[in-house]
Nanobody, 115 residues
């Protein structure tokens, strides 16, 4: 089964920026929603940002700082993260959900915000 591959994680200072990217490893079609999740140590995985053909939605904790975008031709998504805070430290996962309910996940990319 095709999966997703994230990249762009790393270490950033508070107030800094990172851009995450998500690329399918195989053919993935009929996608209904695209999203980014994150999971911090000892916490549950949470939805950070999502989009469908009607618009975008963000967790309150990242509104105004993070932006999700999609490259339709390449079937990829990105997450631009600005004004990073230490509490943004987590493993970030991209997720696609098809019209038929199939879920695709990436392996995760670590984002660490620290001075």
């Amino acid at each position: 089964q095709a999966q997703l591959v994230e990249s762009g994680g790393g270490l950033a200072q508070p107030g800094g920026s990172l851009r995450l990217s998500c690329i399918p490893s195989g053919k993935i079609v009929n996608i209904k929603t695209w999203a980014w999740y994150r999971q911090a140590p000892g916490k549950q995985r949470e939805l950070v940002a999502s989009m469908d053909r009607d618009g975008q939605d963000y967790a309150n904790s990242v509104k105004g700082r993070f932006t999700i975008s999609r490259d339709i031709a390449r079937n990829t998504i990105s997450l631009q993260m600005n004004s990073l805070k230490p509490e943004d430290t987590a493993v970030y996962y991209c997720h696609y959900r098809s019209l038929f309910g199939t879920n695709y996940w990436g392996q995760g990319t670590q984002v660490t915000v620290s001075s």
